[in-house]
């Protein structure tokens, strides 16, 4: 089993050096479903491996230029303490309630991946809009710090929309802030929960080799074409999820449910591009 862990966490730092986000919401599925740890310990654990992942991951996209620290602070300021007042309302909750939040939060995450990202067109800029980037950091770290999954799917349009930054730079500076914001919401959570440090040395140690290997090879292959085969995978995961912790009938409901929204996002995007084609 630990063997097991240890490869899925390497897919786990792989995505997220790819992408910047996203391979982080496979860490509590791995600790509760592989490792058969407990839900909320395995949310605190799974806060620590993402935020030591994305600071690796981070130092890579800093050395290349692409982390704002500027837009950084001030999303992550606000993340922080949203994940840090998240991390401690959980421990007020059950733990078969957060794993069914986090479920929710899979569906979401999956069907955001799958739509296409808006390139900024050359030279096109957003103006820096603090207000907006602190209204979501404060939500998007308070729903991290909650489940335990990174956000790094909203950070990063976040940044491009309200901060002001090019997608390359959203992706370096996301990372930032997912550092930021994930030991904040870890330290919500140690306050009330004990953590195997072994086991998540493990996890960390592994997910932290993948991200090495991820921003490497975001050099050579498609990302698109990775995120999106992702997307699907991490969708698979939550039906999976909603299916043991709730019901099998509300597992194929909510199936059909996200792939009939997926194949909807899919024809607007066919028929956008089409319109342009012939405008």
Known sequence: MLFLAAILALLIGVTLGLLGGGGSILTLPILVYVLHQDAK????????????????????????????????????AASMAGAFGGGRVAGYLPGNVLLGAFAAMMLVTSIAMMRPRKEPAPGEKHALSVV???????????????????????????????????????????????????????????????????????????AVIGSLGGARLARRLSVQALRSGFAWFVLAMAVFMIGKQVSLLAAAITAVAAVTIVLVFVRKSTTSIRGKQLA
Not at 41 to 64: K, N, P, Q
Not at 156 to 167: E, N, R, Y
């Open 41 to 76: 310990e395995s949310i605190a654990a799974s806060l620590f491996v993402v935020g030591t992942t994305a600071f690796v991951s981070a130092i890579t996209h800093a050395r290349a230029g692409n982390v704002d620290y500027k837009r950084g602070l001030i999303f992550g």
């Open 132 to 206: 907006r980037v602190l209204a979501a950091g404060a939500g998007v770290g308070l729903i991290a710090g909650l489940v335990g999954a990174g956000g790094g799917f909203l950070i990063v349009p976040a940044l491009v929309l309200f901060g002001g930054l090019d997608m390359r730079r959203a992706i370096g500076t996301s990372l930032f802030v997912l550092t930021l914001q994930s030991f904040a919401g870890f330290a919500g959570h140690v306050t009330h929960t004990h953590v195997n440090w072994s086991l998540t040395a493990l996890v960390t140690t592994a």
